[in-house]
């Protein structure tokens, strides 16, 4: 009767680790990544379009994004659109190909990405802890008799532990990736 609720809590964890992994790939480490520039909107013939939808994005190492566009006429508007999204590149362009180079990081800049990857990552412990109370009182109020009602708070701090622990993965992984 209970596991109705740990699945909806499974599935709203699912989708937050997902959108705080998108988050997380924007910001940029020491090595260039097709998320930094896939989902930038650009306003092409009246339309925003992200870059992914105008051409194919690849990476060029040690630290190049290359956009080939479809469309000549898109160059000008995607160089602008990586300009003022701020994202740390400079965009240069050779015919259908954009060159955006991803610059070395100086030591205050990693500070201040790091501080950035920490406090994302406090905002989605925030929403963790938030869905896992609003169930918890969700589980109170369900005709669910007292082992029942245990048995389901612990599953579900067992999931928001799970959950938890991958975040923090996640962070790791990127703080490693910032400090080079």
């Known amino acids: 009767m209970y596991e109705e609720y740990i699945k909806q ?49 690849m990476i060029q190492p040690p630290r190049d994004i290359l956009i080939q566009v479809w469309d000549k006429n898109s160059v000008g508007p995607v160089m602008k659109a990586i300009e003022e999204a701020k994202i740390g590149l400079t965009a240069s362009s050779d015919g259908n190909v954009i060159r955006a180079s991803l610059p070395s990081l100086t030591d205050e800049r990693r500070e201040e990405f790091s501080k950035l990857v920490k406090k994302i990552s406090e905002n989605y412990r925030i929403q963790v802890r938030a869905r ?47 400090q080079g």
């Open 9 to 57: 809590l499974e599935s709203v964890f699912r989708v937050l680790t997902a959108k705080l992994g998108e988050e997380l790939g924007v910001i940029s480490g020491t090595r260039p990544s097709v998320e930094i520039v896939e989902h930038v909107k650009v306003n092409y013939m009246n339309q925003v379009i992200t870059i992914q939808q105008l051409g194919s994005i």
């Open 132 to 178: 896992r109370d609003e169930v918890m009182k969700e589980l109170k109020n369900a005709d669910l008799n007292k082992d029942q009602e245990f048995k389901a708070k612990e599953a579900a701090q067992k999931k928001v532990d799970e959950v938890n622990k991958r975040i923090e993965e996640m962070v790791e992984k990127k703080l490693k990736e910032i």
